[in-house]
């Protein structure tokens, strides 16, 4: 029988974008896509009442996309909501999302649009309401606390 598995990190990952950190209380709220919108992406009101779309200028921040294994499996952008799928969005409570090379823990947080990443560093970068960061990032993945309701 073939070996799967020989080497192991002493250092694995901490958590996957989107993925509920702990156990802490939380919400979500869903909403249907409007586009593919990816896990652990801020994700903001659509055009049409109860619909998310990805950042948008002037658009109102809604959540942070949660991973979950409830969507349809896909061969391109598997790690997302498809247009037209039901989304579950975290509101309140930590979520591993990908961050900057350096975010300090309690600082803001900002989501740059073109880097697609959250960051603690304000520029011309997106403020994501009522989130801060929980810790520095581990391999590009830091855990973010929102408190939006």
Known sequence: MGTFQTTYSEAPAIGLPGLVANSELKNEVSAVCQALIPFGYPAY???????????????????????????????????SYGANETGAFI?????YVNAAATVTQGEAAYWDNTAKVFT????????ITGAEFDGAPVGGI????LKLR
């Open 120 to 127: 603690d560093v304000v520029g011309s970068n997106v403020a």
């Open 142 to 145: 830091a855990k973010l606390v």
């Open 45 to 79: 009101r659509g055009t049409v009442e109860g619909t998310a779309r990805q950042y948008a200028s002037g658009a109102d921040f809604l959540g942070i996309t949660k991973l979950t294994h409830a969507v349809k499996a896909k061969s391109v952008d598997p790690d």
């Open 91 to 95: 509101t309140l409570g930590a979520v």
